[in-house]
Antibody, heavy 119, light 108 residues
Framework: QVQLVQSRAEVKKIGASLNVSCKASGYTFTGYGISWVRQAPGQGLEWMGWISPHKGISANTNYAQKFQGRVTMTTDTSTSTAYLEVKSLRVDDTAVYYC?????????WGQGTLVTVSS | EIVMTQSPATLSVSPGERATLSCRASQSIHTDLAWYQQKPGQTPRLLIYGASARATGIPARFSASGSGTEFTLTISSLQSEDFAVYYCQQYNGWPPELTFGGGTRVDI
């Protein structure tokens, strides 16, 4: 079955960088994109961006405008793992970060990684 | 950016009743719309894609319709496990640039 397993919770300082991993199994990793979505405490879902592990297509990544310049998404096809890096963390980056399969409807989700940013 | 607006913010219903949730897009998205259910402490679950197609394993009491800018999710007879927050999400365009609505909480 399809599984997306994310890295564990982290506590970060303001200004630090965040790295979250998302290991996929149960399907052909290069056949689907990965989206990253975050959810601040008590708030709704916010799409951060998308990456395709398939190097052949023309658009490999697309980031939400809000995060451009501060977010980098990568993949390692040898381990079927997607990565999210967020730089220059702020307190309002405190959220649960999810990876999800797809760039259209998101049909499978990781369990989420809680990131707490504090001073 | 396409803005998605959901209404109402909270819907109070009783078990066995019908619930109707609305989602509006700021511009036409044809049928490029998905609905998700999220229970407290859980990850979102895909319910509907293509505006009206049920995802794998979703009960028939969940139905959805709409196209263009107006969309509806209907739960025909609410079960206790259906009390949750529901989000709509558009995926019109390429490369993907997704946006979610603010959510509707379905409460007892």
């Amino acid at each position: 079955q399809v599984q997306l397993v994310q890295s564990r919770a982290e506590v970060k300082k303001i200004g630090a960088s965040l790295n979250v991993s998302c290991k996929a199994s149960g399907y052909t990793f290069t056949g689907y994109g990965i989206s990253w979505v975050r959810q601040a405490p008590g708030q709704g879902l916010e799409w951060m961006g998308w990456i395709s592990p398939h190097k052949g297509i023309s658009a490999n990544t697309n980031y939400a405008q809000k995060f451009q310049g501060r977010v980098t998404m990568t993949t390692d096809t040898s381990t079927s793992t997607a990565y999210l890096e967020v730089k220059s963390l702020r307190v309002d980056d405190t959220a649960v970060y999810y990876c999800a399969r797809g760039g259209l409807e998101l049909d499978h989700w990781g369990q989420g990684t809680l990131v707490t940013v504090s001073s | 950016e396409i803005v998605m607006t959901q209404s109402p913010a909270t819907l109070s219903v009783s078990p066995g009743e019908r619930a109707t949730l609305s989602c509006r897009a700021s511009q036409s998205i044809h049928t490029d719309l998905a609905w998700y259910q999220q229970k407290p402490g859980q990850t979102p679950r895909l319910l509907i894609y293509g505006a009206s197609a049920r995802a794998t394993g979703i009960p028939a009491r969940f139905s959805a319709s709409g196209s263009g800018t107006e969309f509806t999710l209907t739960i025909s007879s609410l079960q206790s496990e259906d009390f949750a927050v529901y989000y709509c999400q558009q995926y019109n365009g390429w490369p993907p640039e997704l946006t979610f609505g603010g959510g509707t909480r379905v409460d007892i």
